[in-house]
């Protein structure tokens, strides 16, 4: 257990969770490597669920079905099944009958409403999903749900993906143990506004929808629509965010927001540190600006160039990289006041080169490589417009011979 | 000399170029490895220029001065020099002055206005210009000037770039020989709305400012801002074009207008070409959209996606990408009304997956790979949606290591 901030701290033993919610993950025999594939989680009778999705033009079935069927039921959601190999998406008229088949047959096995049964996938686009063998594990699936399943769970989901994300935190609100945990994918395809990831959310306090969607779509802003891998959306990017329905004071509402925030934030993180090929994660804070909104606009800009990845995979502190990009985020700015610093090394101050030594920023970023899982990867890039009181953070990850390789030779 | 169409041939003997222009490619010591590294162009008297510039909010003052001057002098401008391996952007005072004391001297030397004298950077942004070796060499560069030194001209403005991009072609007008030449540089940052390229069209026939522009604008629309090769914007980005000022018979502007699109066209696909780690040139072609923008659009938002690129790279047909990154254009389509090709192999029909054998559309994409310069190295992306008479083409190239390599590793 480690502290947070003053009210929430980081469950670190075993697969503590939000009251009420069991969790299963396992091998259906979806991917060729045998990994476990096939994931579901059971919210508790009067759950609350939001759902956030793609913005591209082309989305997958399922991410239709499931945005209709949290529409239909206000949210009223008991179970989501997720399965990693296949996207299913560009599949015809497989999209919606696997789909349906799905999640039919889990609403049958729970002995709930099939529409209060979603699905996600995520893995190769165009490739229909091993029905067969889907159907025929889900009665395992259903029998290993667990509350403490967090982590097969959270491992069945994963696709290129080199670790699990997961995070569970806790608080004490008037006497109550509080929990949110989360867990989430996502690799590659990954770009602000949502990305080719899934991420799921339980909280064990009632929000009301309304509420809810509000609280969920606050936290996704400043978490996973801020990370960029490689500049593309996917298919089939969702968010769900469940909560008990288990009513808590008004007044103590700021509290779980703050706890939303942290876990999305932490997920999204470790998704950008996990990005294909990556061996750092880049942190952009844009200060001084204007709106919140310029703010961040600029940070996903220089996260998501080609150039500026390269050049922090060399460690090369090449601050003009870093300058353009920012000057391609269609936000005005005025070069003569931004100061910029790598790390504790300023570069300019009021657009003017300082004395700095290369040589030491450089092994600032090469002390950063590899420091992965550790939380001692981040490389800080920090660009102050000094125009005005708002800020935002964006991250993302260098660019490496790795990714390319991953996404030349992409296989399931 | 080789028939582009019933009116144009490439001229492909020797350094033909429009009558009248004058050009001269030295090395100044300006770049560590001693290549050219300074060029300029003399126009005849009464020469008229437009000039279309980066769309970044950081300019390089070069960008800006070039702009004011062509506007000042209603576009009567005579010569532009050129200087590689610095951009002389983000350089804070001594963007300004070494452009003035660069101009200044080139006005003295040739006699003619200041004002009538432009200069274009690229290079590394933030580093001054080597201003003492450049000023040095300003004598011995106006007198290298020829009708015969296009080649040295074209190759000393290379950067990264592993080839000249320059392109010569003529016609006949009522027993009148008309030319039209242009050469570029550009291979990273290079994305639609201009790139980290400089271009210069020089002909010699006169079109009036006006009308000039409107031409130069036209061809620049399906060339130079129909390219990606990384997304990226950089602060220099210029093209510039020249005519003589020689009044031509209104009613062959339109053969005039052809002959600038083939320029910019071949300047604007050998640029993608020879995109930094590239080994082929991606053509995209969207047919059948409701307007020209909306297929141009999704041409170029397939063309820029990293996980296309990628797999075109490991001659993967991941067709799933291409449509995924069609999706991420913010054009609406119906995917069931989708056609699509990987050279001559259907893969989609109405959005259904065609019988195509895997094997050989990736034995086309192989066979693609290092034709570079043979211009058989085109692999070729046909998008019809069935939705209506426009189309629109961009070019881009695939996505390796060597880029990651050269990027991370970046020295002039």
């Known amino acids: 257990m480690s502290q947070i901030d003053a009210n929430w701290s980081f469950i670190s033993e075993g697969d503590v969770t939000p009251e009420g919610f069991c969790f299963a993950g396992i091998s259906a025999g979806l991917k060729t490597s045998k990994k476990k594939d096939l994931a579901l989680i059971l919210a ?4 609350i669920c939001s759902g956030m999705f793609t913005q591209s033009k082309v989305r997958a079935s399922c991410v239709e079905i499931c945005e209709k069927r949290i529409k239909k039921s206000s949210g009223l959601v008991r179970a989501i099944l997720i399965n990693s190999g296949q996207a299913n998406a560009c599949t015809g008229n497989f999209g919606t009958q696997h789909f349906l088949i799905a999640t039919s047959k889990i609403s049958e096995l729970l002995g709930i409403e099939e529409e209060e049964v979603l699905m996600c996938s995520t893995g190769v686009i165009g490739v229909p999903i091993p029905i067969n063998n889907l159907v025929k594990n889900l009665p395992k699936l259903v029998s290993d749900l667990q509350v403490n399943s967090f982590q097969n769970a959270s491992e069945a989901i994963l696709t290129t993906d080199l670790t699990c994300k997961k995070v569970a935190i806790e608080t004490n609100i008037e006497g109550r143990k509080v929990r949110i945990a989360g867990f989430a994918k996502g690799s590659g395809m990954i770009y602000p506004n949502m990305a080719t990831m899934l991420a799921f959310l339980t909280c064990d306090v009632g929000v009301e929808k309304e509420e809810w969607e509000k609280m969920i779509s606050i936290a996704i802003k400043k978490s996973f629509n801020a990370i960029s891998v490689d500049g593309e959306t996917s298919t089939n990017d969702s968010f769900i965010g469940i909560n008990t329905g288990k009513k808590i004071n008004k007044k103590f509402l700021s509290i779980i927001q703050l706890g939303i925030d942290i876990v999305c934030q932490n997920l999204a993180k470790n998704i950008a540190r996990d990005g294909e090929g990556a061996n750092c994660l880049l942190e952009v804070l844009v200060q001084g600006a204007k709106h919140d909104d310029d703010a961040i606009r600029i940070a996903k800009s220089i996260c998501n160039s080609s150039l500026v990845k390269t050049a922090i995979h060399g460690c090369d502190p090449n601050w003009g990289r870093i300058i353009a990009a920012a000057g391609n985020s269609e936000v ?41 899982y550790l939380e001692e990867d981040i490389v800080l890039i920090i660009l102050n417009l000094n125009s005005g009181l708002s800020k935002g953070t964006a991250w993302g990850c260098d660019l490496s011979k790795k990714y390319v390789e991953i996404n030349s030779e992409y296989t399931t």
Do not use: A, R, T, W
Request: hydrophobic content about 25%; charged content about 25%; aromatic content about 12%.
């Open 332 to 372: 005005e700015f005025n070069l003569n006041h931004v100061d910029l610093y790598i790390g504790d090394y300023q570069i300019l101050e009021s657009g003017n080169l300082c004395q700095y030594d290369s040589q030491k920023v450089s092994d600032y970023m090469k002390s950063k490589m590899n420091g992965k």
């Open 44 to 47: 508790p009778e009067g759950s």
